[in-house]
């Protein structure tokens, strides 16, 4: 059975053929109307379950249109009108689902969830994000690198704000695809000392930067993401802004870093929080190619977990 569950538990190769595959499918598509079938229909007769227990706006349309696009069809299921959400196991929501659907996407808040579900479904899972990983927006987000800067491989990649769960799969994906990572933060919100430890361990340290400056002086990719994810409580807001405020991406930061770095944030944004309008709108900015990206790597990402 072939999950998606992260990264780091997927083959380095198998990773790269993904990669690889949903640019030759983006490119088979240039100039059609969304809606127009791939002239290939790997997905014809297959139904998808798209899951979430938190909110999406990316994940939700372009998992859904990519199985369409395929030829498949969707449901779209809200965890707290499901049973799973009030009671029913997670082991018996993937035995009874298996029954109905070819894939799951699930979009969780704790991994054991995610993990749960993999192993009692006798169908493949990709993860659509938990607490602790993102891995489908990792996978776009490298696929956009290389379409405008070629291989990822030895890129030296910046974080500033939060050590969170897009920035885990960024760690997780350094050793497979040999990039080099600074994280930018306050002490308070470094990400987990264990998967600082696994990055040494795969000999990809990340380096630690407390000076945002500092951090993005040889930056090909300058990142961010929102310095409070869909599972922070928000009583901490007006402690997060104050710590993180020194670590906004601004115009005088872009300044910093080589005029041809790349700016990326996974969306959604809070602009003039973690990213001012000129960044994002500038002309390094690749956020909505990111997105788009999604679309074609998701794409990809489902045919080699039904290897079809
Ligand atoms: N980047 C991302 O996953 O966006 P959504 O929360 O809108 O799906
Ligand atoms: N870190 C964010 C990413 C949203 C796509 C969150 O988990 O809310």
Redesign the pocket.
């Given at each position: 059975m072939r999950h998606f569950l992260d990264i780091h538990t997927t083959d380095a190769a198998d990773l790269r053929h993904m990669i690889d595959h949903a640019r030759t499918m983006k490119d088979a598509r240039k100039g059609q109307l969304k809606g127009t079938p791939d002239a290939e229909q790997p997905l014809a007769n297959h139904i998808v379950a798209l899951i979430f227990e938190?909110p999406?706006t990316?994940?939700r349309v372009s998992f859904d249109v990519g199985v369409r696009q395929m030829g498949g069809q969707t449901m779209v299921l809200s965890g707290a009108d499901m049973q799973l959400g009030h009671g029913e196991t997670i082991a018996d929501t993937a035995r009874v689902l298996s029954r109905y659907v070819d894939l799951i996407m699930i979009r969780t808040f704790e991994p054991a969830t995610l993990e749960e579900m993999a192993e009692y479904a006798t169908v493949p899972v990709i993860n659509g994000?938990t607490?602790k990983s993102?891995p489908c927006?990792i996978m776009a987000d490298i696929m956009t690198f290389e379409e405008h800067r070629g291989p990822i491989k030895d890129a030296k990649i910046t974080w500033l704000g939060?050590g969170?769960?897009?920035f885990a799969s960024f760690v997780h994906a350094a050793p497979a695809f040999g990039f080099d990572l600074t994280f930018a933060g306050p002490e308070t919100l470094d990400p987990d000392p264990k998967l600082m430890a696994w990055a040494e361990a795969q000999g990809r340290p990340v380096r630690i930067e407390r000076d945002a400056e500092a951090s993005v002086d040889d930056a090909d990719l300058v990142v961010t993401?929102?310095w409070i994810?869909?599972?922070d409580s928000q009583t901490a807001r007006e402690r997060r802004h104050n710590q993180l405020r020194p670590y906004q991406v601004n115009k005088a930061l872009m300044e910093k870093a080589d005029e041809k770095s790349l700016f990326m944030h996974?969306?959604?944004a809070h602009r003039g929080e973690e990213a001012t309008s000129e960044v994002m709108d500038g002309p390094n900015s690749v956020v909505f190619d990111e997105a788009e990206n999604r679309l074609h790597a998701q794409k990809a990402i489902m045919r080699w977990c039904l290897e079809v």
């Open positions: 938190k999406s990316r994940t994000l607490n993102h927006q939060d969170n769960n897009v993401d929102t994810s869909m599972h996974c969306l959604p």
